[in-house]
């Protein structure tokens, strides 16, 4: 059976509650948000390595429209954030609208009846606008290294984290020093038997500031509000200063690097070590990531750092670039995500009836990151270009859940069948941004990064003020969008709203 709704959000993450809310408070009712996890959360739902916490500070990584003053932490845990996304979806009054358990398979627009057709393991749904609330570090992506296969003991990426493998005693190969296996290591380092962690290129590594919030902070914040505003306004101001030194003046870098350094000095005494924990291209240059028991853990007795990548996976074996060999009876794989390979895109056809991927060339773009050319009615949450390196996805999925209530907006109250971004509209914020990129640290750093598409275009990061990205998102210019024919529904009111739609 064929179900049909004006509106469908694939994903309920942070971009599909921030746009769900959006809608309700527009008095749009007829939406519905397709997740294919057993609850809300996106990212937070599915990472739940040991350690997993959000690096950017918690009172700036929420909604600003619903601060939460029951942080333990300065730096939010993976199950607190997960639990904050579900009082959200019932404060927003969100829970009806969503279907969980529900993978998209494949979705192609019909330019006769000017719908979205989007097939999913448990049915087809109709839509006369479609939009991918799928975050970027959503798809674990794993290395091309020969033998993967051939493996007899325990695989596993640290986004699919088997909690029922006991990691006691065993000889455990972690591939990968990012962000997710700095998190991990470190928790998992005194239960395994022999730890030996695979270092491809070293990242750099900063003090770590987190700290537990008192009792008392928690009700002050409950009981004034305005002072957790003005907690989140300081750690906005301090982490929109690094723009200054990615962008604008990356020489200023150099001061932020001094601090890694020392960091590195202080924490490692070992002089070998510490060269092959001495990254070799300019901190910013990849993502940054804050530490205080990285360094320790890695000295442990029965920790190893392999500063080689892997090179092949044998039966019960790993073997680095260097050729040794190594007995091991689990691999984890901390090797991220497929962010630039957006994998939604080689699942949506547009106008033309090609995928996404294929218009995109292997280098996507869009329009604020949230519009295609060629793909009627259809939007994207942090998508091309949207991607911080500094501050939190939540102030931009905001502004971008206001762009596209409003493009949802126009299309409603216009009558029309079809709402598109012009092609040249499109093209010159994507010419503005490659200016803006090529003077960056990103540019210029000296490193290979998954900011990189399959081109060696930066197609992750947005290269300039956050702020200035919100008021751009918000501000609903029509000239950027062209309205297609009147549509059989033309004159139709909006559904009004039940229940809470604050």
Request: hydrophobic share 35%; proline share 7%.
């Amino acid at each position: 059976m064929t179900q049909h709704t004006q509106v469908l959000i694939v994903g309920a993450g942070f971009s599909g509650i921030a746009l769900g809310r959006a809608l309700r408070r527009s008095r749009f009712t007829d939406f519905r948000i397709l997740e294919r996890g057993p609850d809300v959360g996106g990212v937070w739902q599915s990472n739940t390595y040991p350690g997993c916490r959000c690096d950017v500070p918690s009172h700036l990584y929420s909604f600003s429209f619903a601060p939460n003053p029951e942080w333990t932490s300065t730096y939010s845990p993976q199950p607190e954030i997960r639990d904050y996304l579900r009082r959200c979806l019932d404060r927003f009054g969100l829970r009806p609208h969503l279907h969980t358990g529900v993978e998209v398979e494949e979705a192609h627009w019909d330019e006769d009846d000017c719908l979205w057709h989007v097939t999913t393991d448990s049915g087809h749904w109709t839509a006369q606008v479609l939009v991918s609330a799928v975050g970027p570090l959503t798809e674990p992506r794993l290395p091309d290294v020969p033998g993967i296969d051939r493996f007899q003991g325990k695989v596993m990426h640290s986004a699919r984290w088997d909690h029922d493998h006991d990691l006691t005693g065993k000889r455990v190969a972690s591939i990968g020093t990012g962000a997710s296996a700095i998190q991990y290591v470190p928790e998992i380092a005194d239960r395994t038997g022999r730890l030996f962690v695979f270092q491809r290129s070293a990242p750099w590594i900063t003090p770590h500031d987190k700290r537990p919030i008192t009792d008392a902070e928690r009700a002050a914040f409950r009981k004034n509000p305005r002072r957790q505003r003005v907690e989140r306004g300081k750690a906005y101001a301090a982490k929109e200063l690094l723009v200054l030194g990615f962008v604008k003046h990356p020489r200023l870098m150099r001061l932020l690097q001094g601090v890694a350094s020392r960091h590195l000095r202080n924490q490692v005494a070992d002089p070998a070590l510490r060269r092959a924990l001495t990254p070799d291209f300019t901190l910013g240059c990849k993502r940054i990531v804050p530490s205080n028991t990285w360094f320790p853990a890695l000295q442990k007795p029965n920790v190893e750092l392999v500063p080689h990548a892997l090179r092949e996976i044998r039966e019960h074996s790993v073997v680095d670039a260097a050729g040794v060999e190594r007995e091991v009876d689990t691999i984890i794989f901390g090797t991220g995500f497929h962010v630039t390979d957006i994998p939604f895109a080689t699942r949506v056809r547009g106008r033309t009836g090609e995928l996404m991927s294929t218009e995109w060339g292997g280098s996507p773009r869009a329009y604020l990151g949230v519009s295609v050319p060629r793909f009627p009615n259809f939007f994207m949450f942090l998508g091309p270009n949207s991607g911080l390196g500094h501050s939190s996805m939540v102030f931009m999925i905001e502004a971008q859940a206001e762009h596209v209530k409003n493009a949802v907006r126009a299309l409603d109250t216009s009558g029309s069948a079809t709402i598109e971004v012009e092609q040249r509209v499109h093209d010159a914020y994507n010419e503005e941004l490659d200016r803006k990129l090529a003077g960056t640290v990103w540019e210029t750093g000296g490193c290979q990064s998954f900011y990189r598409d399959a081109n060696g275009r930066n197609a992750t990061l947005y290269p300039d003020w956050t702020f200035a990205f919100r008021r751009r998102a918000a501000s609903w210019k029509p000239d950027a969008y062209r309205l297609g024919p009147p549509s059989e529904r033309a004159g139709r009111q909006p559904a009004a709203s039940s229940g809470d739609a604050s």
